[in-house]
């Protein structure tokens, strides 16, 4: 089986030296083991935080062993009860060809989703971890209510255009986005955003203050820094943050300098809290249910940039980092 290995642990940006492509023997399949060939896994933010040796809510990579992560594959083999060849499932035993699965690690998916047809793709996105999580992330922690101005940062990604859609649907008032470069401004207000700016073009503060001159009552943050501050600034009395990322720290070597204007939110009366998307096992049904219909009728949709290739893993994930994706990042194998 061919892998993905961890060589070296990234100082700053992720390079291709800390990256090696190998090939290993798996081990003979057990009972309750499954053989899966992968077709699609996964490269996300959160990764970049487990190359770091340093204990999190998810324990680090290791040095010369193979990465993981979401994937969707084929089961080759069966040794489990309720699993047979040719089902499709979903697992974390990505950044590898074949894999050797737990059963119970894994969850059999279906491309028929309330009679329409989905990419297993998408079950690493809009029906999978970051649909929760935008959708645990906004209606949970920000507490969000219909008529709620909202502002989401990183909102051409996975997660953020996930948020901006689902807080249209379910009523707000105004909802904005930021993100990186024109064409993906432009797909925002595709996706119905009301306002979108792209936050290279100047201050975030002003930028904001420009696309939402009522102010913000909801703020999910998938960036820090600056835009954390620009949202301290515009954000309503009885405000809420709802924190998810800060993926303009992921690489830097030093603290954040922003926000200075952290004693805003006494006044304002401004909850901030964070999350992790494990939280919201309780509502993954019902999230489930309104993802599948909402898709099934078109009215989320959903990007993807795909790079073929297990040898390309690793440039995709880097170029994850430097916002080359719209949409969910993936990698065909
Ligand atoms: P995305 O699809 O949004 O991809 C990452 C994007 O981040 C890039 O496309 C890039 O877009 C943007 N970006 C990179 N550097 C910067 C920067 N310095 N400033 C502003 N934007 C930057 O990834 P996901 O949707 O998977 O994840 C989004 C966020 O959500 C991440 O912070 C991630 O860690 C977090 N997350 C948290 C979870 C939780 O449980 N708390 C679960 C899943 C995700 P651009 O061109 O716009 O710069």
Redo the contacts with the bound molecule.
Sequence with gaps: SQMIVLASRPHGAPTSDNFRLETRELPALSDGELLVRNTVMSV???MRGRMNDVKSYVPPFQIDEPLDGGAVGEVVESRAEGFAEGDLVLHGLGWRDMAVVPAKAARKVSTNVGGAQVSPSAYLGALG??GI?AYG?LMRVGEFHSGDAVFV????????SLVGQIAKLEGASRVIG????AQ?IARLEELGFDAAFN?KDGDVRGLLKNAAPDGIDVYFD??G?D?LEAAISSMNTHGRIA??????Q?NSTEPPAAPRNLALVIGKRITIR?????DFRDLVPEFQQKMATWLADGSVQWDETVVEGLENAPQAFMD??????????VVSI
Excluded: E, R, W
């Design positions: 996300d933010p959160y971890m970051p999580t992330g940062s990183g909102a051409a990604g996975a997660v953020g930021s993100a990186g470069s993906k936050y998938n960036v820094g835009h924190m998810c990322g800060a993926i303009a992921y964070g999350f992790i998307q494990s994850l980092l430097n916002g080359a994706n719209t949409g969910k990042m």
